[in-house]
Structure formats: structure tokens, C-alpha cells
């Protein structure tokens, strides 16, 4: 398996998930990323972060709730998703930024927050 996203789950307005990727380590040098789909939209980014740990949100998202990581040594890639929304339902998805070579995108984790 390529990226496996686990961490989801059904949470109130107002709180936090932590959500974890598992990521092939043939892309360990690759600036990973979060991505969600909510129902008949289109899958956006959320937020990225390269192997040297520069970070890069969707400021139109994140608003300063969301914190993403990765550690390197174990190829894994975090997202702490704090005052969650109602909006913020989606299914999240980790993969690499850039699509060249961009692996096959896996079932992702599903978010859904109640109001």
C-alpha cells in the first residue's frame, strides 16, 4: 500500500482529530500533502509539507486550525484538525503535492463534523 490515511471519524463542531498517513517511503523526498473531497465537489488541497518541514496551508481552509506534520524516519504524515466545522466534512486524503509521478490515491479517511 502506497498511502494509507487513517484518523477519521465523526466529531462535534468545535473539536479535533488527528488524522495519520502512512506513505511509501519512495517518497520520502517528496513534499507530501492533505487533500479532502466533500460530497459533489471537487478534491482540494489542503496543506503540504516538504521533507524539510516547510509548510504551506490553504489559508482559505485552514484559518489557523489545522497543523500538519511529518516524520521522516517513519514516512508518515499528520494532520491536527482543531475547531472543527461543519464544513470541514469531507473525505481526506494524503498524497503527494505535485501530480507528476504521483502515486494512485488511496480510500482516504472520511471527517464528518456535526453541528
Known amino acids: 500500500v502506497q498511502l494509507q490515511a487513517s484518523g477519521g471519524g465523526l466529531v462535534q463542531a468545535g473539536g479535533s482529530l488527528r488524522l495519520s498517513c502512512a506513505f511509501s517511503?519512495?517518497?520520502?523526498?517528496?513534499?507530501m500533502a492533505w487533500f479532502r473531497q466533500a460530497p459533489g465537489k471537487q478534491r482540494e488541497l489542503v496543506a503540504s509539507i516538504s521533507s524539510g518541514g516547510t509548510t504551506d496551508y490553504v489559508d482559505s481552509i485552514v484559518k489557523d486550525r489545522f497543523i500538519i506534520s511529518r516524520h521522516n524516519a517513519k514516512n508518515t504524515l499528520d494532520l491536527q484538525m482543531n475547531s472543527l466545522k461543519p464544513e470541514d466534512t469531507a473525505v481526506y486524503y494524503c498524497?503527494?503535492?505535485?501530480?507528476?509521478?504521483?502515486?494512485?490515491w488511496g480510500q482516504g479517511t472520511q471527517v464528518t463534523v456535526s453541528s
Open positions: 517511503s519512495t517518497f520520502s523526498s517528496r513534499v
Open positions: 498524497n503527494s503535492r505535485n501530480r507528476i509521478g504521483r502515486p494512485p
